[in-house]
C-alpha cells in the first residue's frame, strides 16, 4: 500500500508502474469529483431535450427520469471511488481537528485529500439536487 | 438613509391588500403558494434567531477549549448536514406544488391574446368561441385553462390574488390553469415590460358563482342590440371606429381593438384603468392619448357637442 505516515519519494522507472493522473500529490482530485457532478448535469440536460424534442412537448418524461436517476447513481458512485482515493492515497479525513499548517508533502497531501473529500460530499448533494426535479416531474 | 427606508415600507405594505394582494387566498394555486411562503418566513425567523442568538450566546462566554470537539459536530451537524435536509426538503415541496399547479386541463378554456396594451379574450364554449376583452370572468370553484399568447411583443399574465404568473409570447403558446376559490373582483395585470402604456395593461378578474357566470357568458355570446337607424351607430360608423373595432351583430368588424359587442358591461374602460362612465367614455374619445398614451386608437378631438354625446350613449347602451 503506497499510503502510510511517510511519502514514498516518487520513482516511475519500474516498468508497470504508470504514472496515475490521480496520484498522491496530484491537484486532479480536487476537479475530479464538481466535473462529474457538472457532466451529469449536463447529461441530464441532454437526455431530457432530445427525449422532449424527439416524443413531442408533452410526452412523459418516464424513461428519461430513470435515465437520469441511473446516472446519478452511476456519478455517485465514481465519486464514492474518488473517495476512497481520496482517504488511502492522500490519507484525507472528513473533520480536521487541528490545523495543517506543516510545509510538507505529507501536510499538502492530507489538505488536498480533506478537500477532496468535502468537494466529494458537496458533488454527490448537487447530483441528488438534480435528480430530484428530474424524478418530481414527468412532463417535458 | 434611515429615514428613507421607513417611508418606503408603507408604500411597500400598500400593494400588500386588497386585489392585487397575492397572499389572499382568492385560488387554489395561489394558496399553496402562500402555504410555502408561511412555513419560508417563520422557518427563516427562527433559524436566524437560533443563529443569531448562538452568536452572542459565543461572545459573551469564555472560551473553553475542552468543548472544541463538540463545537465542530456542533457546526457539522448544524451548518452543514441540517442546512442540507431543509434545503432538500423544501425543493421537493416546491417541486411539487410546481407539478401540482401547471395543469393543462381546466373546465373551462379561455384564451388571452396580449395585445399593445390590452387583452383579447375567447372563451371556447361547446357553441363557439365568444369573444371579448379586457375582463376576465370566472365561475368559482372551477379550474380555468389560459391558453396564452401574444400578438407583437412579450407580455405576461398575471392575476397575483389567483396564482400565476405567465408569459405571453408571439408565435407561442403557453397554459395557465387557475381555480379561484373566493368570489370577487381581483386585478389583473401585465408583469412583463411591454412599452409605453404598459403599467396601464390591466384588467378585471370577477369570480362570480357558477349562476351567474353562466348568465354572463350567454349574454356575452349574444350579439349586440342595435337598430338599423341608430344615429349613435352611425356616428360610429361615419367616423371609421368599425374599421378597428366590431360590434357583432353589426357591419362594425373592424379586428385591430378590443371588441365592443358588450362594452358597457364591462366595468372599467380602457383595459382596466377607468370607471365605465360617460364622462370617461367620452373623454376616451376625444382626449385618447392623454388618457392612455401611445394607444394605437386616434385621438377623436373634433368630435363634440351632440354628435359626441350621441356616439357615447350608444356605447353606453352595448351591455
Ligand atoms: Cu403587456
Redesign the pocket.
Known amino acids: 500500500m503506497r499510503h502510510g505516515s511517510d511519502k514514498q519519494p516518487r520513482h516511475f522507472s519500474a516498468p508497470g508502474d504508470a504514472p496515475r493522473v490521480i496520484d498522491q500529490g496530484s491537484v486532479w482530485i480536487l476537479v475530479a469529483a464538481p466535473s462529474i457532478w457538472a457532466a451529469h448535469f449536463l447529461l441530464s440536460y441532454w437526455v431530457a431535450a432530445i427525449w422532449c424534442a424527439k416524443t413531442g412537448p408533452m410526452a412523459s418524461l418516464f424513461e428519461p427520469r430513470w435515465i437520469i436517476v441511473a446516472l446519478g447513481l452511476i456519478c455517485t458512485a465514481l465519486i464514492a471511488w474518488l473517495g476512497v482515493i481520496a482517504v488511502r492515497r492522500y490519507g484525507g479525513v472528513f473533520v480536521i481537528f487541528e490545523e495543517i499548517t506543516d510545509s510538507s508533502e505529507r501536510g499538502r497531501d492530507r489538505f488536498i485529500g480533506h478537500v477532496a473529500l468535502l468537494l466529494c460530499v458537496l458533488s454527490v448533494v448537487a447530483i441528488g439536487f438534480t435528480v430530484i426535479p428530474g424524478l418530481v416531474f414527468a412532463t417535458c | 438613509m434611515r429615514r428613507g427606508i421607513l417611508l418606503i415600507i408603507p408604500a411597500l405594505l400598500a400593494g400588500c391588500d386588497g386585489r392585487h394582494n397575492w397572499l389572499a387566498s382568492a385560488g387554489a394555486e395561489a394558496q399553496r403558494v402562500e402555504e410555502l411562503f408561511w412555513v419560508l418566513l417563520l422557518g427563516a425567523a427562527v433559524i436566524w434567531s437560533l443563529v443569531i442568538g448562538a452568536a452572542v450566546y459565543a461572545h459573551r462566554r469564555q472560551v473553553d477549549p475542552s468543548l472544541e470537539t463538540q463545537a465542530r459536530r456542533f457546526i457539522l451537524w448544524g451548518g452543514a448536514v441540517f442546512p442540507t435536509v431543509v434545503v432538500g426538503a423544501l425543493l421537493v415541496w416546491g417541486l411539487v406544488i410546481l407539478r401540482d399547479i401547471t395543469s393543462d386541463e381546466g373546465d373551462l378554456t379561455v384564451r388571452v391574446d396580449?395585445e399593445?396594451?390590452w387583452w383579447r379574450v375567447i372563451y371556447e364554449t361547446p357553441e363557439g368561441d365568444v369573444v371579448t376583452a379586457n375582463e376576465i370572468r370566472l365561475p368559482v370553484d372551477r379550474t380555468a385553462l389560459f391558453r396564452l399568447t401574444?400578438d407583437d411583443?412579450?407580455?405576461?399574465f398575471w392575476v397575483p390574488a389567483l396564482g400565476g404568473k405567465m408569459d405571453?409570447i408571439p408565435g407561442r403558446e403557453t397554459t395557465l390553469a387557475l381555480t379561484p376559490i373566493q368570489t370577487g373582483n381581483w386585478g389583473g395585470l401585465?408583469?412583463?415590460?411591454?412599452?409605453g402604456a404598459?403599467a396601464l395593461?390591466r384588467f378585471d378578474a370577477i369570480v362570480m358563482e357558477q349562476d351567474a357566470f353562466d348568465t354572463w357568458l350567454a349574454a356575452e355570446a349574444e350579439a349586440a342590440q342595435v337598430a338599423g337607424d341608430d344615429r349613435g351607430f352611425e356616428i360610429f360608423q361615419e367616423e371609421g371606429c368599425g374599421a378597428c373595432h366590431t360590434i357583432r351583430g353589426t357591419d362594425a368588424q373592424g379586428p385591430v381593438g378590443p371588441d365592443l359587442t358588450h362594452l358597457a358591461a364591462r366595468e372599467k374602460l380602457g383595459a382596466g384603468i377607468y370607471d365605465m362612465t360617460p364622462e370617461t367614455m367620452a373623454r376616451w374619445i376625444t382626449d385618447t392619448h392623454e388618457m392612455k398614451p401611445d394607444i394605437d386608437m386616434p385621438p377623436y378631438p373634433d368630435l363634440q357637442g351632440d354628435r359626441l354625446d350621441r356616439l357615447v350613449a350608444f356605447l353606453m347602451s352595448l351591455d
Not at chain 2, 411583443?153 to 405576461?156: G, Q
Not at chain 2, 401585465?190 to 412599452?195: K, R, S, T
Open positions: 396580449g399593445r396594451w401574444a411583443v412579450i407580455h405576461s405571453m401585465c408583469a412583463e415590460y411591454c412599452g404598459h395593461m
